[in-house]
């Protein structure tokens, strides 16, 4: 018994006449009928009952052939995935992913993924730059999507976005102080700040704008979270600075200001396996020609 013996007592079961469906098959009947009683005698259960006038399926045929063409549409669908998947248009795709990368860029990626490559699944992972590298280093994750990250050796990157930062403030802060001193303004206020072991590079940068103004930040909370963070401020535990873009969209309980001047800024980057480019050639080449 073979897919072929299957196949041919599938297209016997829709014609119900021997003649035709040999015909369908481009073989002779005496084959087709060959065919039917090798599969019947290798399952030991009649599937037609025939005479010279009429084909039928017999009970065990009426059960047999339905089972049979669901098993054979689930055979042409794993021959098709594993042509896909061998040209790099079909399997998983694992992406991690920064706060402000979302609120930005990634949607629009995504969406051009799906369409272009709609038997890709993405599975999303919302990380920090160090779990990133991490994931990316060990193969858990295909590509990253982070804000300064600090790129190990290995890895491949490429910058798809310059952001400004915001500082972000309690609803009702003197916004003139800016205006009149500066960054320096924030001299004694405490600070709201990722943790540094997850992403050195990117509060080496944030830093780096307080520094400039001629201070040392006073960091009093650490939290990866943007939402945490943004609650704290609220509350009226500190102040933080966050790249515009991961504002995009949220209804904020609190104020922020743009520092379109500061020379320091948020660098929104794709990072990457280089074994992606081997393995997903189309989407590789999809993902190159973002800018």
Not at 147 to 176: C, E, Q, W
Request: aromatic share 8%; glycine share 4%.
């Amino acid at each position: 018994m073979d897919l072929q013996h299957i196949r041919s007592a599938v297209l016997l079961s829709k014609k119900l006449n021997f003649t035709k469906t040999a015909e369908a098959l481009h073989i002779v009947q005496p084959a087709l009928s060959r065919k039917i009683k090798q599969l019947e005698e290798a399952i030991e259960a009649p599937l037609f009952r025939r005479n010279k006038r009429n084909v039928e399926l017999t009970h065990a045929g009426s059960y047999f052939i339905p089972e049979m063409e669901k098993l054979l549409l689930q055979y042409d669908f794993i021959i098709k995935r594993t042509h896909q998947v061998h040209k790099g248009e079909a399997g998983e795709l694992k992406i991690g992913f920064t706060h402000s990368v979302m609120q930005s860029i990634l949607p629009e990626i995504l969406v051009d993924i799906r369409k272009n490559l709609p038997n890709i699944k993405t599975i999303l992972k919302e990380l920090n730059n160090r779990d990133q590298y991490i994931r990316l280093q060990s193969g858990e994750l295909d590509i990253g999507f982070a804000t300064n990250p600090l790129v190990p050796v290995g890895l491949k990157s490429k910058v798809l976005h310059i952001d400004n930062y915001a500082v972000l403030v309690p609803r009702g802060f003197d916004m003139n102080r800016l205006h009149v001193n500066g960054f320096s303004t924030f001299t004694k206020e405490p600070f709201i700040f990722p943790s540094k072991t997850d992403g050195p590079n990117y509060v080496n940068i944030i830093e780096s704008i307080c520094t400039s103004a001629g201070f040392i930040p006073n960091v009093v909370h650490e939290t990866d979270s943007v939402s945490t963070s943004i609650r704290l401020i609220e509350a009226g535990m500190g102040v933080s600075l966050e790249p515009i873009s991961s504002l995009r969209g949220l209804h904020l309980p609190i104020d922020f200001y743009e520092l379109k001047d500061t020379p320091q800024k948020a660098r929104l980057t794709m990072i990457w396996n280089p074994k992606l480019e081997v393995e997903h050639p189309k989407l590789f080449s999809l993902l190159n020609t973002i800018k």
